[in-house]
């Protein structure tokens, strides 16, 4: 039997540019609606005068291995798959926003047609073996996806020595996504 997936992704942000390739071609992948995304990209100056360092993340749902949009939803619409993705059962989501609520990272919207939507980690390409939509057009590697079960990828090997953190782990919704600081960039 075939090993189970448990995906996540390595986030690269001394090599992010901004371009947000990542942001088009997620919309274009995801018939994402006019006005609304499912990742975005973030520009965020560090330090203090004149040491200062700035960081450029693509960022999206963090599929949470205890995410509390999955415990909050009241229909079980929202739900952790089988390859350690979040995801969103459009026919049983009623757009209560219970979960838009819940959501430290305001990683969800309600879609035009009533049922709340996020990245879905592009399970169907995923499903597919495929990488995900963003993964397949980030012109720096910076964005880098990864199967925690098979730890001997280089993405995980790319974390290693560098300063590495997720993002409000204080809240304990244990987040895949994992992000390598610019800080680690030569010179800051
Ligand atoms: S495509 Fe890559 S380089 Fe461009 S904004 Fe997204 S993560 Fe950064
Ligand atoms: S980032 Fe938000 S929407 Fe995504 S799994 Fe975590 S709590 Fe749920």
Redesign the pocket.
Known sequence: MAKQKNYGMVIDTRV???????VYACKSENSVPEGYCRDW?VQETNGTYPKLSME?R?ERCQHCEKAPCVTYCPTGASHYAEDGTVQVNRSRCTGCKACLAACPYDARFVHPEGYVDKCSLCKHRLDQGLETA?VS????K??NLVDFNEPDQEALALMNGKEVYRQKEHAGTRPSLYWISARNKPGV
């Open positions: 992010c540019v901004g371009c947000s390739a990542c990209v450029n693509s963003c057009v980030c012109p720096t910076s964005l």
